[in-house]
């Protein structure tokens, strides 16, 4: 019998929206059964619009503020941005968003969107949880296919019985 | 070495080699070999761990200019 893997994904930013799909493709591709239960902020994954996953640097003391353009030295400078003045910034959200696009694309990592759909290729099951849903006020058609929408008990159904139980 | 099939995974991180691997060896029949290219260097490591973990042979793991070259034996 394939080993599982149960992960609850409660993250809605663009950085933490990598490690549950990391380990769920990879997990499935090392033949494990995976659902991934996606709570409160977590539920941001599942939407099929990603561009509201953002990532910010604002009272983040372990990000790196790094461009990802330039010659060496000018990439390699850190740039210290005071939090106050981040978040005077309008638009400093975005900005910090699509420069860490850029450096996800010029590492060769993968998109969200691609490995999502690595996931649903590789039948990774995700849950949404229908508390959270209406709580935020989302609609059902505002999510991928195949999503399922369940309470935590139908969650500990599979987790109850995984080798591995992650919560993100 | 022999191989009936070829992946460049050059210039892709983690876990895409990997993922690309286990889509390719999906496309092999038992006992075919997939030669498999990557630059990333946590692939040695890893491909080591899928090889023990799934079942198919890690033939063999090399290194030459930058680049690894990696034999999987399907099972």
């Known amino acids: 019998m394939s080993k599982k893997l149960a992960i609850i994904a409660t993250k809605g930013t663009l950085d933490w929206a990598y490690p549950p799909f990391i380990l769920a493709s990879t997990a499935a591709a090392l033949g494990y059964d995976v659902q991934v239960f996606c709570t409160f902020y977590g539920l941001q994954l599942l939407r099929k619009d990603t561009s509201g996953l953002k990532v910010s640097p604002l009272g983040n003391p372990g990000m790196p503020m790094k461009m990802p353009f330039g010659p060496k030295w000018f990439k390699d400078i850190n740039w ?19 420069l860490m696009k850029m450096t996800i694309k010029n590492c060769g990592v993968a998109t969200i969107d691609e490995l999502r759909d690595l996931c649903v290729e590789a039948e990774v099951k995700f ?9 935020f006020g989302f609609d059902h058609n505002q999510f991928i296919e195949n999503v399922e929408f369940v309470g935590a008990a139908s969650f500990f159904e599979f987790a109850g ?3 591995i139980c992650l919560y993100i | 070495m022999n191989f009936d099939k070829e992946l460049d ?7 895409l080699p990997i993922l690309r691997t286990k889509k390719a060896l999906a496309e092999l029949t038992a006992g075919q070999v997939l030669k498999v290219i990557a630059t990333d260097p946590g692939s040695v490591k890893d491909m080591q761990a899928f090889a023990k973990q799934t079942g ?3 033939l063999s793991s090399a290194e030459a200019g930058g680049k690894y070259q990696f034999f999987m034996k399907k099972k």
């Open chain 2, 56 to 58: 198919n042979e890690l």
């Open chain 1, 80 to 98: 210290n941005i005071p939090n106050i003045v981040q978040a005077s910034i309008p638009g400093y959200e975005s900005l910090a968003t699509t």
């Open chain 1, 161 to 163: 019985e995984s080798d």
């Open chain 1, 127 to 135: 849950l949404a949880c229908q508390m959270t849903v209406e709580l």
């Open chain 2, 9 to 15: 995974a050059s210039g892709l991180n983690c876990p």
